[in-house]
């Protein structure tokens, strides 16, 4: 019977009264004694551990170790915290380890020496110190923005990596802040307002996007994740934040995709839409302008055939003066519709080359006297005999056609067309004037739009595209033609050729 034993009542008094566990060991390292909760927390009976080696209640693993360090301990026999800064470990009897932390008390009783070791599990501790670091390792490493702040005065508590870096401050500077000093466009009542559901208890959570100002005067659009946290008597708030500046740049980008999208899908349907009544109004033309003429020739046709006697050949020559004349308008207008097929197509092919002007005026001014009118006239243009220009020569007569073709059609019987041509600095200008009906005001910003015809054109035949497709040849040959005209007046049509013709 050990000393123990024999004074077990006087240790039972001692030991059963804490709920610790307490263990005593001799200089051998053999459990001497232990209290009922050395014996549950390590999954023993009562009196099961006596005589067992101290070893029973450690790891393997640590055994080596352990030993040497009871022995240094004791022969130092000094008070001490056994293991300190290292993690110590407890055996249960079915192998199940756990942690524990220990402080050993050497004593000497009758002349031998003891050690008392006061042992607790600390398997609930450690559980919250791992919960505790991993919360602090997700709060300082996440990328995200976190603050926590008083929920009275709103001073920073704490603010994680992320936020200090991106911000521009450090932890000492924020922590003398509030939310308010990095948000510029909010104040203290309205920060208060947006709160408000939080401290009245109505939510868990909010979210709400602001504006976030860095130290260097710099803002980012964030958005918000808030909410009431309560540790002990005080209350603090949570933040997380997400910088939101590439939502926002993808939002914003989207919408003006969107809108952009949205123009051009209104844009195809007004062009779907003009296409659709340019085609209806096509049609109508066309049906107009060949049945006329071709009645016409008909007409003349059939008459030529009543004038048989020799006599009678003024009036044949009448009718036939007439089919040339229609015959030559259907070819003309069959010519601008050809253009504007290959216009819209982009098979244009121009060919630049430099020819001699009164060449080209004399075979316009020459087909267009088979359409003057009664008593009407054309003035040719004086020296231009050593006049040369470098253009498309079947574009400007084509051109030069249209305009000389208007001004007969649009001038009363007995009137003079004139034909100009002016030598400037940089063009060469051709100027088609006439006194007829001119274009009313009105109308004039529509002229060269195709189909259009107007006001006070609308009974005399014609297409409406013969003006578009000579400016849209001009143009695409870096050239212009532009028009001065009032109405009842007359007008006048110039066009200025470059004299350096850009390839």
Do not use: C
Not at 193 to 213: A, C, M, Q, V, Y
């Amino acid at each position: 019977m050990n000393i123990f034993q024999k004074n077990s009542d006087i240790f039972n008094l001692l030991a059963e009264g804490v709920s610790e566990g307490i263990i005593v060991v001799n200089r051998d390292q053999v459990i001497v004694t232990s209290n009922s909760s050395a014996e549950e927390m390590f999954g023993y009976e009562k009196g099961e551990l006596l005589g067992k080696p101290l070893d029973t209640l450690i790891p393997q693993r640590y055994h080596k170790h352990h030993d040497q360090h009871v022995d240094h301990f004791i022969s130092k026999s000094e008070k001490r915290q056994m293991g300190h800064g290292r993690d110590l470990h407890g055996i249960r009897k079915n192998k199940e380890e756990f942690p524990v932390e220990a402080g050993l008390n050497p004593f000497e009783l009758d002349g031998s020496v003891f050690v008392m070791a006061l042992i607790i599990d600390i398997t609930e501790r450690k559980k919250r110190e791992q919960e505790l670091s991993h919360w602090a390792r997700i709060f300082n490493e996440s990328l995200n923005e976190i603050y926590t702040f008083d929920a009275t005065s709103f001073i920073f508590k704490d603010v994680n990596k992320a936020a200090q870096h991106n911000l521009g401050y450090s932890l000492d500077e924020l922590q003398k802040m509030t939310p308010l000093d990095i948000k510029p466009h909010l104040n203290q009542s309205e920060f208060v307002k947006i709160i408000e559901p939080l401290l009245n208890d109505n939510t868990g959570k909010i979210k709400f996007e602001t504006t976030h100002l860095r130290k260097d005067g710099s803002t980012y659009p964030v958005e918000v994740h808030l909410q009431l946290s309560n540790t002990g008597q005080n209350q603090s708030f949570v933040a997380m934040i997400l910088d939101i500046t590439e939502r926002k740049n993808y939002t914003e980008n989207l919408e003006r995709t969107v809108q952009k999208r949205t123009l051009q899908l209104t844009e195809a349907l007004e062009k779907e839409k003009e296409l659709n009544e340019l085609k209806t109004r096509f049609l109508s033309l066309v049906s107009h302008e060949f049945k006329t003429p071709l009645s016409s020739i008909l007409t003349s046709i059939t008459l030529l055939g009543k004038y048989k006697l020799t006599e009678q050949q003024e009036k044949r020559d009448k009718h036939v003066t007439t089919i040339r004349k229609k015959v030559k308008y259907l070819d003309t207008i069959l010519n601008d519709f050809l253009s504007v097929e290959r216009l819209e197509s982009g098979k244009v092919n121009y060919n630049i080359e430099e020819f001699p002007l009164s060449k080209l005026v004399n075979e316009v001014v020459y087909d267009a006297n088979m359409l003057l009118k009664a008593g009407q006239k054309i003035h040719y243009p004086e020296n231009i005999d050593d006049v040369f220009i470098k253009f498309d020569e079947k574009t400007l007569e084509l051109v030069l056609s249209n305009l000389i073709h208007n001004a007969i059609k649009y001038s009363p019987e007995d009137s003079t067309i004139d034909v100009l041509v002016k030598d400037n600095l940089s063009t060469i200008d051709l100027q088609v004037i006439d006194k007829g009906i001119g274009i009313p005001k009105e109308d004039q910003k529509y002229i060269f739009d195709r189909y259009f015809r107007a006001e006070n054109a609308l009974l005399t035949q014609g297409t409406g595209i013969g003006l578009n497709i000579a400016k849209q040849h001009l143009e695409n040959l870096g050239a212009t033609l532009n028009f001065t005209s009032t109405q009842d007046k007359g007008s006048i049509f110039t066009v200025g050729i470059p004299k350096e013709h850009k390839t």
